[in-house]
């Protein structure tokens, strides 16, 4: 064997109270009184107080405060499910709105444990991962047909909604339906007239739903003539709309999306075809996410992430404790221009 080899480090171990105790010349009980804040309480000498602390600090030992708080039947851990598709991609609706979350969570004295499901896992498996485990309740983001949801609501695990105004949990959303009509308004007062909706086939059914109705109301009382329900395109998650909505309607002046990411993605596509956004078209996106380099600012309809965050976490807080809470909150969003529109 060479000489510069090495033995293998012994594994680290994590300091204890007894340790502490041992540093302060104390007992593991004054120990454990002095770090939960109950030394003034019970007159232990402020230099006995502070050599402890300096113990601690030294060895850096923290009190182990989930071993309690489980004892109490309350861990202030709020966990969040995360579907494969919600965590796998780098950056869109799913990272701003758990980046949101993460803001509101750091405002309280609360800490957020993070279940990132696979593609295989089940509904049931999933509840059990959230029911089994140490959280006071749980967070979903748009679980829309995802069974967990009713799963959550049948077996009264705290549970709220962050996104989806369809689901039978409590739930904090964004009126879709009135998104669409802010952007409905603003291309008709920009002269355009024959725009057209495109939306998403998805799972999230009831909401691209509700935002094709809002489109066509919102064209007919503008112009009766027209059967506006033939101008709503639904186009597959990866789909690039550019081809279907050039065959379909080669005339529209404008186009009305129902994401950030359909809009970036037809955007493109119309550049490429040689249609100028916005001289030719107008498109108007939907989520009013946050401009990454290289990419054209969207008129869109901005969502208020950051207040559905905070309101999410308040009732899912009042679910927890057993207060009173509105089962439903709805959210305005409001219109963003950008360059596209």
Not at 31 to 51: K, W
Not at 212 to 231: C, G, H, K, P, T
Request: overall charge negative; glycine content about 8%; some cysteine.
């Amino acid at each position: 064997m060479g000489s510069d080899s090495q033995r293998p480090s012994s594994p680290y171990r994590r300091p204890t109270r007894a340790d502490v105790a041992k540093e302060a010349g104390v007992a593991g009980s004054t120990v454990s009184l002095i770090l939960t804040g109950r030394g003034d309480d019970l007159s232990i000498p402020q230099s006995t107080q502070q050599r402890v602390r300096d113990a601690a600090l030294r060895l850096g030992y923290v009190p182990n405060k989930l071993i309690g708080a489980v004892r109490r039947g309350r861990t202030n851990l709020i966990g969040v499910y995360l579907r494969w598709e919600q965590w796998s991609v780098p950056f869109g609706y799913w990272v701003e709105t758990m980046m949101e979350l993460q803001r509101a969570v750091s405002d309280s004295d609360l800490q957020l444990l993070i279940h990132n499901a696979t593609k295989e896992l089940t509904s049931e498996e999933a509840y059990a991962r959230q029911a089994g485990g140490i959280v006071d309740g749980v967070l979903v983001l748009n679980s829309a047909k995802d069974a967990i949801a009713d799963r959550l609501a049948d077996s009264g695990l705290p549970a709220v909604e962050v996104g989806d105004t369809f689901s039978r949990l409590p739930f904090v959303g964004v009126d879709g339906a009135l998104g669409v009509r802010l952007a409905v308004d603003h291309v008709w007062d920009r002269g355009r007239r024959r725009p057209i909706f495109v939306g998403h086939a998805s799972q999230y059914h009831e909401d691209q739903l509700s935002r094709s109705q809002a489109f066509v109301e919102s064209m007919n009382a503008l112009d009766a003539s027209i059967e506006w329900a033939e101008r709503c395109l639904s186009i597959e998650n990866d789909d690039d709309p550019t081809p279907a909505v050039l065959a379909a309607f080669p005339e529209c002046d404008a186009v009305v999306c129902s994401s950030d990411d359909l809009a970036f993605r037809l955007y493109w596509g119309l550049q490429g075809a040689g249609r100028r956004v916005p001289d030719d078209v107008s498109i108007i996106a939907f989520d009013a996410l946050r401009p990454i380099g290289g990419r054209p600012i969207l008129t869109s309809i901005a969502t208020p992430r950051a207040e559905m965050a905070r309101l999410a976490l308040e009732k899912l807080q009042k679910v927890i404790s057993g207060e009173p809470f509105e089962h439903g909150t709805v959210l305005k969003p409001t219109l963003r221009l950008g360059e596209t529109g």
